[in-house]
């Protein structure tokens, strides 16, 4: 099981990103995929997930509103797009699946002026 992210992204604030994750190794729609970040000195915080089999997503309370899961089926890839960013969203995105026992590398999101 592998999940590769996509590169580091610099934002300003008030923009939008979307990072991805491209999954291989297993059958993509027999797993939710979770996503989790972690911003500097800070512990893990989680955003929500998607199942990719039928699009359900359950987001974060903190997150709504601002947060969209996605999920492609047809190249087995899933993504996050955050929105209206804030100098708070820096921090390391990481996408899980397997009941969190397999994880992407991270995608280092940086909101700055």
């Known amino acids: 099981v592998q999940l590769a992210q996509s590169g580091a992204e610099l934002r300003n604030p008030g923009t939008s990103v979307k990072v991805s994750c491209k999954a291989s190794?297993?059958?993509?729609?027999?797993?939710?995929i979770y996503w989790v970040r972690q911003a500097p000195g800070q512990g893990p915080e989680g955003m929500g997930r998607i199942d990719p089999e039928d699009g359900g997503t359950n987001y974060a309370q903190k997150f709504q509103g601002r947060v969209t899961f996605t999920a492609d089926t047809s190249t087995s890839t899933a993504y996050v797009e955050l929105s209206n960013l804030r100098s708070e969203d820096t921090a390391v995105y990481y996408c899980?699946?397997?009941?969190?026992?397999?994880w992407g590398q991270g995608t280092q999101v940086t909101v700055s002026s």
């Open positions: 899980a699946t397997g009941g969190f026992a397999f």
């Open positions: 190794g297993y059958t993509f729609i027999n797993y939710y």
